[in-house]
């Protein structure tokens, strides 16, 4: 057993995106090479409805996965075909934008949003894959509990307790509760790239005290440990996949592997021809 070690902390960054959704933003065009092959995190945590109702308008992607995660809120979705559902607390939504999707995710007034959207970047020879999405609701998540900690498994498997069995890059992600003062240690593949991102609560990783709304990336080895402090229960999610080495071309809502393919995509957003496939609903 090797314990991976600190790699990398990055540190959310206040941000405005869609029509006006306030977040944290926190893996971006910055980090693309470390946490390969996850693109983006954006973070949302607020009790005002100001801050997030106005949503994601109909919007545009091409070459990527999306994972929205609520561990408190609502959300719905839909696309330009007419495919649409709702998301709750506890559940996600993953779609594959492929070839290319329009859709838009608009989240709903309540008492607290809190959860994350995760970027997946696509392999490239699956960019052009044909679009997919469905709805990861509560009775596909699978739940391992222990004295100290629930591990909520949304892709992968953790102690033969199985999630969704992710449809490109075979990504493991949970969502992880951990009590007050408690440690716990969790397997990885050494072949992967792992993170945490602490969602709320502070942690003590490698020796360090971690502030909340932070990712941490870790080194080589095939566990992770994770101490919560002694007067607050924290919660975490982990993600984990093989990074894919592959060039990047990020514009926007699209990523692709060359300027050129990029380019060629927004001429077609222009034409009219961007969409090649209708997208199949899934869940």
């Not at 009775?139 to 490109?168: C, F, N, Q, R, S």
């Not at 003062?181 to 360090?208: C, R």
Request: hydrophobic share 35%; proline share 5%; glycine share 10%.
């Amino acid at each position: 057993m090797t314990m991976r070690q600190i790699k990398k902390l990055t540190t959310g960054q206040q941000a405005i995106d869609g029509a006006g959704v306030h977040l944290t933003r926190v893996l971006g065009h910055d980090t693309v090479i470390d946490y390969d092959p996850f693109l983006m995190l954006d973070s949302f945590d607020s009790h005002n409805p100001t801050d997030y109702i106005k949503g994601f308008p109909f919007h545009p992607h091409r070459g990527i996965e999306t994972i929205s995660y609520l561990v408190q809120g609502e959300m719905t979705h839909q696309d330009s075909l007419g495919n649409k559902g709702t998301i709750r607390s506890g559940e996600s939504q993953w779609m594959t934008a492929g070839s290319g999707i329009m859709h838009q995710e608009m989240p709903q007034a309540g008492k607290h949003m809190l959860g994350v959207q995760l970027w997946l970047n696509l392999p490239q020879k699956e960019k052009m894959t044909e679009p997919t999405y469905f709805d990861i609701t509560g009775h596909m998540i699978g739940i391992k509990k222990t004295d100290t900690a629930t591990i909520h498994v949304l892709a992968g498997e953790y102690d033969g307790v199985k999630g969704v069995e992710p449809p490109h890059i075979k990504a493991t992600i949970y969502d992880v509760e951990l009590q007050a003062g408690k440690t716990i240690t969790l397997p990885t593949k050494p072949e992967d790239n792992v993170f945490v991102f602490l969602i709320t609560g502070n942690a003590i990783i490698d020796g360090s005290n971690i502030s909340e709304k932070t990712a941490v990336l870790f080194g080589k080895g095939d566990t992770v440990s994770i101490t919560a402090e002694e007067n607050k229960s924290l919660r975490f999610i982990l993600c984990a996949a093989k990074p894919l080495n592959e060039p990047v071309a990020w514009g926007g809502p699209i990523v692709m592997n060359t300027r050129e393919e990029l380019n060629e995509s927004f001429n077609e957003l222009d034409k009219g021809t961007f969409i090649k496939h209708n997208a199949a609903h899934l869940g």
